[in-house]
């Protein structure tokens, strides 16, 4: 299976910004075979006019968030009916960003998939991860178990469907600390064994927390390492294609 890579370009890019990156990546992607999948999630705003850029070559787009609720007096949300309109592939779920500003709590991410399982065939990527605390007191594994149980409550996934875990610990976020390529790797098997345990054996899992051109490729070596969620290391197209590219 290819790799996947998904570039979160967050609230960090203003529209225009967010279309020139759209064009720079497809003016700069580099003339050989590309042996990923390769994913963008642009802010709501721009998703439209990304997407007619992005039309026609190798590049997906997805979106950052939705509510759960279906299209109605909502004010400021972002219904999944219009994302399946604007041909998103893929859409992330429950990044710590929202967990730690916007409060968004396990049950809440559990509704937004049950939602997007049953309203749409959009590729949900659940984000989970520990926080430093956490890990220091060698506890994380416990906290991504209570974390996948509590997010695939009652979720039954069909046949044909797979669930895209993002495994993000959030001291790595944003902050230039990597998970090893060996912590992260233990990590994903970890997972997975839980996963199938749980009963999701159509699974990818995505490692994401300063991914830079650098490192990269050590984690993309992992055997459970799927692909990879980059924030940061998204924004340009200097940056972004040597990810995708570092197989
Ligand atoms: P980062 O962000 O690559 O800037 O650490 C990753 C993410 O939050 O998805």
Same mark, same amino acid.
């Given at each position: 299976?290819?790799?996947?890579?998904?570039?979160?370009?967050?609230?960090?890019?203003?529209?225009?910004?967010?279309?020139?990156?759209?064009?720079?990546?497809?003016?700069?992607?580099?003339?050989?075979?590309?042996?990923?999948?390769?994913?963008?999630?642009?802010?709501?705003?721009?998703?439209?006019?990304?997407?007619?850029?992005?039309?026609?070559?190798?590049?997906?787009?997805?979106?950052?968030?939705?509510?759960?609720?279906?299209?109605?007096?909502?004010?400021?949300?972002?219904?999944?009916?219009?994302?399946?309109?604007?041909?998103?592939?893929?859409?992330?779920?429950?990044?710590?960003?929202?967990?730690?500003?916007?409060?968004?709590?396990?049950?809440?991410?559990?509704?937004?998939?049950?939602?997007?399982?049953?309203?749409?065939?959009?590729?949900?990527?659940?984000?989970?991860?520990?926080?430093?605390?956490?890990?220091?007191?060698?506890?994380?594994?416990?906290?991504?178990?209570?974390?996948?149980?509590?997010?695939?409550?009652?979720?039954?996934?069909?046949?044909?469907?797979?669930?895209?875990?993002?495994?993000?610990?959030?001291?790595?976020?944003?902050?230039?600390?990597?998970?090893?390529?060996?912590?992260?790797?233990?990590?994903?098997?970890?997972?997975?064994?839980?996963?199938?345990?749980?009963?999701?054996? &159509?699974?990818?899992?995505?490692?994401?927390?300063?991914?830079?051109?650098? &490192?990269?490729?050590?984690?993309?070596?992992?055997?459970?390492?799927?692909?990879?969620?980059?924030?940061?290391?998204?924004?340009?197209?200097?940056?972004?294609?040597?990810?995708?590219?570092?197989?």
């Amino acid at each position: 299976m290819k790799k996947l890579i998904i570039g979160n370009w967050k609230m960090a890019l203003g529209y225009q910004q967010s279309l020139e990156l759209a064009e720079n990546l497809v003016l700069s992607q580099p003339p050989r075979p590309l042996l990923a999948e390769v994913v963008v999630c642009p802010s709501p705003v721009a998703i439209s006019s990304v997407a007619n850029i992005l039309e026609g070559t190798a590049i997906f787009w997805g979106a950052q968030d939705a509510a759960e609720q279906t299209p109605g007096a909502l004010t400021g949300e972002t219904s999944l009916e219009s994302l399946v309109e604007l041909d998103c592939r893929f859409i992330l779920l429950g990044h710590s960003e929202r967990r730690q500003f916007f409060n968004e709590t396990d049950a809440i991410i559990n509704a937004k998939l049950r939602a997007v399982i049953e309203r749409t065939t959009i590729k949900p990527v659940v984000c989970l991860g520990e926080d430093l605390a956490t890990r220091q007191f060698g506890q994380a594994e416990e906290k991504v178990s209570r974390q996948l149980q509590a997010v695939l409550a009652g979720i039954i996934l069909p046949a044909d469907r797979e669930l895209i875990i993002a495994y993000e610990p959030i001291w790595a976020i944003g902050t230039g600390q990597t998970s090893t390529p060996e912590q992260a790797q233990a990590m994903h098997q970890f997972i997975r064994q839980e996963l199938e345990q749980l009963g999701y054996p &159509n699974n990818r899992l995505l490692y994401g927390g300063s991914v830079k051109p650098d &490192n990269a490729a050590s984690l993309l070596a992992m055997p459970d390492i799927d692909g990879l969620l980059v924030g940061g290391a998204s924004l340009t197209a200097d940056s972004f294609w040597p990810i995708v590219f570092a197989q």
